[in-house]
């Protein structure tokens, strides 16, 4: 499925839909500053772009069972992350 990243709000799981369909984060993530929980699990992810580092808010970033190698070192800067998984 397609999704309107306008949509989304403080707790959004987009992950496991069993189609690996999300195959990336588009750059406008970063306007969604009140996020604080964030789940693409089990998708086929290979690019998070830096602007995730503007998710001041969130506290909780699931990206475990994609196909990323590496990821922005901007998701240091996100002082209120408490769970990262990228198993």
């Known amino acids: 499925p397609e999704y309107n990243i306008f949509d989304l709000y ?6 496991s839909t069993g189609k690996k369909s999300i195959t990336c984060v588009p750059k406008e993530i970063g306007i ?22 503007l998710l001041t808010n969130l506290e909780v970033l699931n990206l475990s ?18 769970q990262l998984d990228l198993s």
Request: aromatic letters at 16%; glycine letters at 4%; a negative charge.
């Open 32 to 53: 969604l500053t009140n996020l604080t929980v964030l789940s693409f699990y089990d998708e086929a992810i290979d690019f998070i772009p830096k602007e995730i580092g």
């Open 10 to 15: 403080e707790e959004t799981d987009l992950g």
């Open 65 to 82: 069972s994609n196909n990323l190698r590496f990821f922005p070192e901007e998701i240091f800067t996100l002082f209120n992350l408490r």
